[in-house]
């Protein structure tokens, strides 16, 4: 058991299915109460059924009032885990960057928009960014996807350097593949660079876990992205060229 999570009251987003769902059991496992919101009010009932939670289903991007009522008056950890896997290009139309931005950063921003001042004022409060190596490195055929899912990324660290002193925890998770229906929807691009690697939602969770208790904001399910994101910030340019290299082979097989 993690004592930081026992009896606490815990928001996870997008917990109808895959990492969220995932999410949702483990802090359940731990003893926390949990809200479980997802855009398909079925899913997210079903999950709440299923670990004695309660179900918030809607835009998580306006939940945290009533996630709040639903526990009793207080958030003690926001898990921030919807997200889109927009792909596309440059050229990819307006609609679909404005609703990757608004998904993947912006619902990020409003949740801790709600959250901060009653935290500042309990000086504690633990904030759970699902992000993505991508956030990291990036990934081919997915333009959206990348650019949000940095600054999402960004948004985590800026939070945790800004409130850490003042008890906020942040937690930004960068997992590479993972089996979930999002994964299925990354098509060729995601079979060449993540299916190979990918691992199971509870795996995302048992290092989630693990990195609270450690103490740590960076969380890694796939170890060896420490090296690729390292790699990437020593050497630039090699990195681009190994990644364009991954791009061509895309291009030849697709």
Same mark, same amino acid.
């Given at each position: 058991?993690?004592?930081?999570?026992?009896?606490?009251?815990?928001?996870?987003?997008?917990?109808?299915?895959?990492?969220?769902?995932?999410?949702?059991?483990?802090?359940?496992?731990?003893?926390?109460?949990?809200?479980?919101?997802?855009?398909?009010?079925?899913?997210?009932?079903?999950?709440?059924?299923?670990?004695?939670?309660? +179900?918030?289903? &809607?835009? #998580? %991007? =306006?939940?945290?009032?009533? !996630?709040? $009522? *639903?526990?009793?008056?207080?958030?003690?950890?926001?898990? +921030?885990?919807? &997200?889109? #896997? %927009? =792909?596309?290009?440059?050229? !990819?139309? $307006? *609609?679909?960057?404005?609703?990757?931005?608004?998904?993947?950063?912006?619902?990020?921003?409003?949740?801790?928009?709600?959250?901060?001042?009653?935290?500042?004022?309990?000086?504690?409060?633990?904030?759970?960014?699902?992000?993505?190596?991508?956030?990291?490195?990036?990934?081919?055929?997915?333009?959206?996807?990348?650019?949000?899912?940095?600054?999402?990324?960004?948004?985590?660290?800026?939070?945790?350097?800004?409130?850490?002193?003042?008890?906020?925890?942040?937690?930004?998770?960068?997992?590479?593949?993972?089996?979930?229906?999002?994964?299925?929807?990354?098509?060729?691009?995601?079979?060449?660079?993540?299916?190979?690697?990918?691992?199971?939602?509870?795996?995302?969770?048992?290092?989630?876990?693990?990195?609270?208790?450690?103490?740590?904001?960076?969380?890694?399910?796939?170890?060896?992205?420490?090296?690729?994101?390292?790699?990437?910030?020593?050497?630039?340019?090699?990195?681009?060229?190994?990644?364009?290299?991954?791009?061509?082979?895309?291009?030849?097989?697709?």
């Amino acid at each position: 058991m993690v004592e930081a999570v026992q009896d606490a009251g815990v928001v996870v987003t997008g917990a109808g299915g895959g990492i969220g769902a995932a999410l949702a059991r483990r802090f359940a496992a731990e003893g926390a109460r949990v809200v479980v919101n997802d855009l398909d009010a079925d899913r997210a009932q079903a999950v709440a059924d299923e670990i004695g939670g309660i +179900a918030v289903p &809607g835009d #998580a %991007s =306006g939940i945290v009032d009533r !996630a709040r $009522e *639903a526990l009793g008056g207080t958030v003690d950890v926001y898990c +921030a885990n919807a &997200g889109v #896997a %927009s =792909g596309g290009s440059e050229s !990819a139309e $307006e *609609a679909v960057w404005a609703l990757a931005w608004d998904v993947n950063v912006m619902a990020h921003v409003r949740a801790a928009h709600a959250l901060l001042p009653d935290w500042l004022e309990r000086g504690r409060g633990r904030f759970v960014s699902t992000v993505s190596a991508a956030g990291l490195l990036t990934m081919i055929g997915a333009a959206p996807y990348s650019v949000t899912k940095h600054g999402a990324y960004a948004f985590a660290e800026w939070l945790s350097l800004t409130y850490r002193h003042r008890g906020i925890k942040v937690h930004a998770i960068c997992p590479q593949g993972v089996r979930t229906d999002m994964l299925d929807a990354t098509g060729s691009a995601g079979d060449l660079v993540l299916k190979p690697t990918a691992i199971e939602p509870q795996d995302v969770a048992d290092a989630l876990f693990k990195g609270i208790a450690e103490d740590r904001f960076l969380i890694l399910p796939h170890p060896e992205v420490a090296g690729y994101y390292q790699l990437r910030a020593g050497d630039p340019d090699r990195w681009l060229g190994n990644m364009n290299h991954l791009q061509q082979k895309w291009e030849t097989a697709g």
